[in-house]
């Protein structure tokens, strides 16, 4: 089926005239009305636009324009991703009715290439969760296994590139978002480093962590999408003034020489053994193929998530002061006066979750308390910061599991946000420190579900965390495996 295949090779499908754009698109949308009611991945979509899309990606093909590697190929966007004239709603009822009047540049930088966008896919709200429970319109189910959460705040983008009901997609990642998901749904994610990806347009949650990046079905497909979406903007000034390889230098299947450590604060009692099974034995592959593996150590690991929930939590009580009811977004109907107004419409139109971080960033950032937890926060980051400077000089890429435990049962940790934090224990350090990040399958646990192997790389070396990830996967069948959605007792 077209909808099964990646990027790259429905490239060469299009460039040889054996397929058409609007072939591919409605493939991708019967397998939205086969298996989406089941996924619940998609908060909106897009077929009209999409179709028209197609049609003009079409039209280059026949003319035998020399197209780029993304024309006509299906893609989903978070829908915290800024998109012209369509909803994007951060998976919050504050949102419900927004429609942007202007695109996030790398939906502009993806149009130029022609690509056809499916939908915008469910998330937790402003991104702030690891479950994609904390959306105020519906929960995700993991492809894998319906009964379980497909991972977040991205869960919905990872979902649907699992699902085949999108070739690829474009998440976010704070403190995980991306890895994470990636590892539970069985795809690729990777979070490029801080300021490679322009944020302009992406809604804000905290903005010294935030960054876009891709989901895939390949390391190859990751590549093509990193070249369209990465780039310094003048509408950021976050984004880095450098220039952008070609990353697809970086899929070269040879890891001889290179030297990758295994730290070894990764490996706790919190670690699932299953997990700890396979991440071992994706490392041993590695070392097969020429790779030097030396144990590092990264001391300061352990306060990786107690930092991350004083910095986030922080910047996300900033940036989320706009909603405010005044100029977009709901607006309580029926105020008594004006801070009535402000108070109830952010009251009716957050979620719990997001109530909690603007508390906790708010106490954070509070006079007589700021010192103490703010300011230092901010020296532990640069501390975990150093021991990653301190590794890089040692090795090239840095391998850890990516989650420590499969996916879990929906409603599980919803009541206990302490452990639903624990989830991005080892996400966070690589985000404090900008660090670029793939997660690439690696393997199943006995239940079936998919383990994700994380590899970070020094700022800027994208290139040699892909060629680990290539490599990892041309030696390996992990990525070729499909979920079976079962459809009332029908596979799909
Ligand atoms: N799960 C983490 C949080 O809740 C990370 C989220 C993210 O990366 N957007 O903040």
């Not at 909690?356 to 960033?361: A, D």
């Not at 021991?387 to 879990?408: L, N, Q, R």
């Not at 994208?462 to 390996?476: C, G, P, S, W």
Request: one cysteine or more; aromatic letters at 8%; glycine letters at 8%.
């Amino acid at each position: 089926m077209l909808y099964e295949l990646t990027a790259h090779a429905l490239h060469e499908k299009l460039k040889n005239q054996e397929i058409t754009a609007v072939e591919l698109a409605e493939s991708v949308y019967a397998r939205v009305d086969e298996v989406e009611r089941h996924v619940k991945g998609y908060l909106t979509l897009t077929k009209d636009t999409a179709l028209e899309q197609a049609n003009r990606a079409d039209t280059g093909f026949q003319k035998g324009d020399e197209m780029p590697p993304l024309a006509g190929i299906p893609i989903a966007i978070k829908d915290v991703i800024c998109t012209k004239g369509v909803r994007t709603t951060c998976g919050s009822k504050i949102l419900e009715s927004f429609v942007p009047p202007y695109d996030a540049t790398v939906m502009t930088k993806l149009y130029k290439q022609g690509v056809v966008m499916i939908g915008k896919t469910n998330m937790d709200e402003f991104a702030m969760g690891s479950s994609t429970e904390n959306s105020a319109y519906q929960i995700t189910h993991n492809p894998w296994n319906l009964d379980t959460i497909p991972g977040g705040s991205s869960g919905g983008s990872a979902a649907v590139v699992s699902a085949d009901t999108a070739v690829c997609s474009l998440g976010s990642d704070t403190g995980g978002s991306i890895r994470q998901p990636a590892a539970l749904c069985g795809v690729v994610g990777m979070k490029p480093t801080y300021g490679r990806v322009s944020r302009y347009g992406l809604v804000a949650f905290a903005s010294s962590l935030d960054q876009i990046g891709p989901f895939t079905k390949d390391v190859t497909d990751c590549a093509l999408l990193l070249n369209a979406i990465c780039g310094s903007d003048v509408l950021d000034a976050t984004s880095v003034d450098m220039s952008v390889p070609d990353f697809t230098q970086g899929l070269i299947n040879d890891v001889k020489g290179l030297k990758i450590g295994v730290p070894k604060e990764y490996f706790t009692p919190a670690l699932d053994t299953e997990i700890a099974d396979c991440i071992h034995s994706a490392i041993a592959v590695l070392e097969g193929l020429g790779a030097t593996v030396k144990e590092i150590s990264l001391p300061h690991t352990e306060y990786a998530i107690a930092t991350y929930y004083i910095i986030a939590p922080a910047e996300a009580s900033a940036n989320l002061a706009r909603y405010d009811g005044v100029r977009y977004g709901y607006r309580h109907e029926n105020p008594e006066d004006l801070i009535n107004m402000y108070k109830r419409t952010r009251s009716e139109g957050f979620g719990e979750e997001v109530k909690r971080r603007i508390m906790l960033g708010t106490f954070a950032l509070s006079a007589g308390y700021q010192d103490a937890y703010y300011k230092k926060a901010q020296k532990v980051r640069t501390l975990i910061k150093s021991d990653f400077d301190a590794a890089f000089e040692k090795v090239d890429v840095i391998a850890t599991p990516t989650s420590p435990t499969p996916a879990f049962k929906i409603g599980e940790r919803i009541a206990d946000p302490l452990q639903m934090y624990l989830s991005d224990v080892m996400t966070t350090p690589a985000s404090h420190a900008g660090l670029p990040g793939i997660s690439v399958p690696c393997g199943f646990v006995k239940s079936g579900l998919p383990v994700g192997l994380q590899l970070l790389g020094a700022p800027f070396a994208e290139e040699k965390v892909l060629r680990v990830a290539y490599t990892f996967e041309q030696n390996t069948e992990h990525h070729r495996q499909k979920p079976q959605i079962q459809t009332n007792g029908v596979v799909s």
